[in-house]
C-alpha cells in the first residue's frame, strides 16, 4: 500500500488512534486499532487484554473519476453500515457488531472476529481455513463449516439480502465461546451488498461464490459447493412447503445463471 | 431412416494438378461435421486426380447452401495448394 | 518440473520456427515466430520469457462502413480472400524458403470466435500442414492473448484483465489453468463500445472503439459526467443496462429530443451535452468498473502485477486507470502491450501454440482440428507451467 494512502488516514484519524494495517481489499484498507471510538475507557477481554477494533477505510481511488468514487464511497460505506445493523438484528445471522460509521470519509469502526491460524496459515478466513486443511479436504470440521457457511448465506437470502460479493476470502471463521473445535462463520464485507427479493440477485450471489470456490479451490470445489448448497437448503426446508417453493425458485435461477455464463458465445 | 428422404444429390468432380492433392483436399475436408445430417450427407473420395464430392440432401435449397460452402472451401485449398505448395 | 525443451525443432536447428493463422473475427493475422531452444527453457517456470524473435505479423483488418457491425458471412469470406496472400507475404517477409525444413509447428485458432471465419482459416492451416508435412496445433485465442502478453512485458504471474469485442473476463493462473474469477454477465466491453459506436454512426476504421477513445479525449466538460449506472457484482460486472441507456440518451441527442432534460436545457432548447460527453462519460463508467474488478482478484489471489490483453487493452485511458490502481497497491505493476500485440494477430497464436507444441501437445488426427465457437479459456489444460 502507498505511503499516501497512510498518511491520509492518519490525518483523518488523528495521531491519537494508533492503527497497524492488516490487509488491503480491492476497495478498502483494513486497520486494527485497540482505540474505541466513544467508550471513555479501552475495553478488555476476559484475559485482561485490550480489545482490538477493526476499522476499515475506503480510500479515494484516483483511478476513477472524482465524482463517481465520491458517490461510491459514500454509498458502499453508508449502505454498509445499514446493512450491519440490520443483520445484526437477525436470530442466527452472524455479522460484525457496528461501532460507528462516517459515510463522506469513508470510514467504519466494526468489531473484531477471527484469529491467526495455526502453522502459519494466516488469518482465519475461509480460504486460509480451507487451504489449511489441504491435506485432509473432506475432513468433519471442513464439512461442518462449508455446511454452516451454505446456512448463514441461506439466512441472509431468506431474509431477503444478498451479499453481492461472496467469496472465501469474504467469510471469515471464529472460535465458538466453548472449547471445541468448531468454528462459528461470519459473512464480512457488505460494501456491494444490497436488500432484495429478486431471485436474480440471489441466484447470482450463489454463482458468485460458486465460481469463487471453484477457481480458488479448483482440485474439491465440487464437494465444497455441495456442502454449500446442502447447508443453505437446510435453511429454508425448516420453513415448511412455503420455504420449498422458494429454494426452488432460487436453485432454478442460480443454475439458469450458471448456464448463461457457459452458453454465452465468447467471440475473441 | 434418414438418407431415403435425401433424394436430391449432385456430384461434383474436382480435378487437381496430382493425386496428392486431389487426396489432401478430401484429407481437409473430412474432418468437421455437418449441422444437420438429418438433411443433408456428404461423401469425399479420390479417382486419379480428382476430388469427387457426393452430395444428398433432402431439397434444392439446402443443397445449394451446402455445396457452396463446400465450395468456398475447395477454393481455398485449391489456392492454397497453388500458391503454397513446396517448390520441388 | 517443467521441461519444454522434449520436442526437437526440425531439421536439427537450434530454434523453433512456428507459424500463427488468427482468424476468429473481423482480424486475419499471420505471423511467424523464431525461438531459440535454450537450456533455461529444460526446467523450471519460464514460459513467460522464451526469447522470441518476430519475424513478420501480418494483419489484415476486415472493416464495415459505420453503423454497421460485422457479419459471420462477410467476415468469413474476406478471410477466404486474403488468406493465402497474407500467409505468403508473412513467410516472405520471414524469408522462410522451405516451410517442410523451417517450419516446427503450424499455430491456428480453434476457437472461440465467429465459426465461418474461424472454418475459413482452419482449412487453410490444415491444408499448409499436409502440402509441408508439418503439425498442427489448434490454440484457445484466449491463451494466445495471455502468453503472447506474459511474453512481451515479462510478467510472471499477472491477473490478466482480457476485454476485446467478444470477452471481458478476469483470470488468474493456478494448477495449470487460467481460471476465470470475474468476468461479464452479459455483453463483452468491445461489444459494448462497437455497438455504441455504431449508434454514432462513427467510422469503424481503425477501430470503433479507438474512435471512441478519441472522442473521449476531446470531452470539453471533463469536470461533470453524465451518471450512469455502476453495476459490479463481486468480481462480474453486468453492462448491457448502461449500454441501453447511453444508446437512447444519444438518439435523443440525435433526435433532437427536447423533453430530455438532462441533453437539453429547458429554457433555451440548446443542447446541454455532446457526443463527446457521452463517449467520456462511457468510457470513465466502464473502465472503472474493470478496474474495479481487476483489483477485487488481484486482492483475492494476493498478485501484484496486472496484465491487460485484447483489443480493448491498447486504449490509453484504461491502462493509465489501471497503472494508477496498481500505484496504490504494495508493489504494484500494470503491464499492457501496444496495439500490435493486442489487437488479435497470428504472432500470438504461434507463441500459445509453441509453448503447447514443445510440450508434445499437438494434433495427432485432423479429427481434432474442428473449431468452436464456444472454449472456455479454463478448458485448455495449461501444461507449460508449473
Known amino acids: 500500500m502507498s505511503q499516501e494512502i497512510v498518511d491520509t488516514v492518519t490525518k483523518y484519524l488523528t495521531p491519537n488512534i494508533p492503527i497497524k494495517q492488516i490487509s488491503q481489499g480491492a476497495e478498502a484498507v483494513v486497520f486494527t486499532s485497540s ?122 437470502h431468506f431474509n431477503d439480502f444478498c451479499h453481492g460479493d461472496l467469496t472465501s476470502s469474504n ?72 420455504g420449498e417453493t422458494k429454494l426452488k425458485e432460487v436453485l432454478k435461477r442460480f443454475s439458469d445463471v450458471r448456464m448463461r455464463g457457459r452458453k454465452r458465445t465468447m467471440i475473441g | 431412416m434418414a438418407s431415403s428422404s435425401l433424394d436430391h444429390t449432385l456430384t461434383l468432380d474436382i480435378p487437381f494438378e496430382t493425386e496428392a492433392q486431389a487426396s489432401i483436399a478430401m484429407r481437409v475436408l473430412q474432418p468437421d461435421p455437418i449441422l444437420r445430417p438429418q438433411d443433408f450427407e456428404v461423401t469425399y473420395s479420390t479417382r486419379g486426380a480428382s476430388l469427387v464430392v457426393s452430395v444428398a440432401s433432402v431439397d434444392d435449397r439446402v443443397l445449394r447452401v451446402g455445396v457452396s460452402n463446400i465450395i468456398d472451401s475447395i477454393k481455398t485449398i485449391v489456392e492454397t495448394a497453388d500458391e503454397l505448395s513446396l517448390q520441388q | 518440473m517443467v521441461n519444454l525443451n522434449t520436442v526437437p525443432p526440425r531439421n536439427n536447428r537450434d530454434y523453433y520456427i512456428a507459424i500463427g493463422l488468427e482468424g476468429s473475427a473481423n482480424k486475419l493475422g499471420v505471423g511467424v515466430i523464431k525461438c ?109 492473448h495471455i502468453e503472447m502478453g506474459r511474453e512481451i512485458t515479462k510478467a510472471e504471474n499477472p491477473v490478466v484483465l482480457y476485454v476485446s469485442g467478444g470477452n471481458t473476463q478476469v483470470i488468474a493462473y493456478s494448477e495449470n489453468r487460467y481460471r476465470i474469477f470475474g468476468e461479464t454477465l452479459d455483453v463483452a466491453i468491445g461489444n459494448c463500445l462497437d455497438r455504441f459506436a455504431r449508434t454514432l454512426k462513427i467510422p469503424n476504421a481503425p477501430s470503433p472503439g479507438y474512435n471512441i477513445e478519441q472522442l473521449a479525449k476531446n470531452c470539453k466538460n471533463k469536470d461533470s459526467l453524465i451518471e450512469l449506472s455502476y453495476t459490479v457484482k463481486g468480481m462480474d460486472l453486468s453492462m448491457s443496462g448502461i449500454l441501453a441507456y447511453i444508446d437512447t440518451l444519444a438518439k435523443d441527442l440525435f433526435r433532437g429530443n427536447k423533453k430530455n432534460r438532462l441533453l437539453f436545457d429547458k429554457e433555451t432548447g440548446e443542447p446541454k451535452v455532446t457526443v463527446e460527453d457521452l463517449c467520456y462519460s462511457l468510457q470513465e463508467n466502464l473502465f472503472a468498473m474493470l478496474v474495479e474488478i481487476t483489483e477485487r482478484a488481484m486482492a483475492h489471489v494476493n498478485a501484484t502485477q496486472v496484465l491487460i490483453v485484447g483489443g480493448v487493452g491498447s486504449n490509453t485511458r484504461l491502462q493509465e486507470m489501471m497503472g494508477q490502481m496498481c500505484k496504490d497497491r504494495a508493489n504494484g505493476k500494470v503491464h499492457a502491450t501496444d496495439e500490435r500485440f493486442c489487437i488479435d494477430n497470428g504472432v500470438m497464436i504461434a507463441q500459445a501454440g509453441l509453448l503447447q507444441y514443445r510440450m508434445g501437445d499437438y494434433v495427432k488426427d485432423l479429427s481434432e482440428t474442428v473449431v468452436t465457437q464456444k472454449f472456455r479459456t479454463d478448458e485448455v489444460y495449461v501444461s507449460w507451467r508449473e
Open chain 3, 36 to 144: 531459440s531452444r535454450s537450456a533455461h527453457m529444460a526446467s523450471g517456470d519460464n514460459s513467460h520469457n522464451c526469447d522470441v524473435e518476430i519475424l513478420s505479423n501480418i494483419r489484415n483488418t476486415y472493416v464495415t462502413p459505420p453503423g454497421e457491425g460485422f457479419l459471420p458471412r462477410d467476415t468469413a469470406r474476406h478471410h477466404r480472400n486474403w488468406c493465402v496472400r497474407i500467409i505468403k507475404q508473412a513467410l516472405e517477409e520471414a524469408e522462410i524458403k522451405n516451410p517442410h525444413l523451417d517450419i516446427d509447428v503450424i499455430c491456428f485458432t480453434r476457437g472461440p470466435g465467429m465459426g465461418a471465419p474461424l472454418h475459413s482459416v482452419a482449412i487453410a492451416a490444415r491444408t499448409c500442414s499436409l502440402l509441408w508435412d508439418v503439425p498442427l496445433v489448434g490454440v484457445n485465442h484466449c491463451v494466445g
Open chain 1, 35 to 156: 482505540a474505541h471510538p466513544y467508550l471513555p475507557t479501552p475495553e478488555h477481554d476476559a484475559d485482561g487484554k485490550p480489545l482490538q477494533y477493526i476499522i476499515k477505510y475506503r480510500p479515494p481511488k484516483k483511478y476513477r473519476h472524482p465524482i463517481i468514487d465520491r458517490q461510491l464511497t459514500k454509498h458502499r460505506t453508508l449502505s454498509e453500515a445499514r446493512l450491519l445493523s440490520k443483520l445484526f438484528l437477525i436470530g442466527g445471522i452472524n455479522v460484525p457488531k457496528l461501532i460507528a460509521t462516517d459515510p463522506y470519509n469513508g470510514c467504519l469502526w466494526l468489531e473484531f472476529l477471527g484469529e491467526d491460524l495455526p502453522n502459519n496459515s494466516g488469518f482465519s478466513n475461509l480460504k486460509n481455513f480451507l487451504w489449511a486443511n489441504v491435506n485432509d479436504p473432506y475432513n468433519d470440521v471442513v464439512k461442518s463449516t462449508l455446511i454452516k457457511v451454505g446456512e448463514q448465506i441461506g439466512l441472509l
Open chain 1, 171 to 242: 467469510i471469515v471463521l471464529a472460535r465458538d465461546d466453548t472449547q471445541s473445535n468448531d468454528w462459528k462463520v461470519f459473512l464480512i464485507d457488505f460494501g456491494l451488498g444490497s436488500m432484495s427479493k429478486l431471485v436474480e440477485d440471489k441466484g447470482v450471489d450463489l454463482y458468485v461464490l460458486e465460481r469463487a470456490i471453484i477457481s480458488t479451490h479448483s482440485a474439491f470445489s465440487d464437494k465444497y459447493n455441495e456442502w454449500i448448497i446442502e447447508g443453505f437448503s437446510n435453511v429454508y426446508n425448516k420453513h415448511g412447503k412455503g
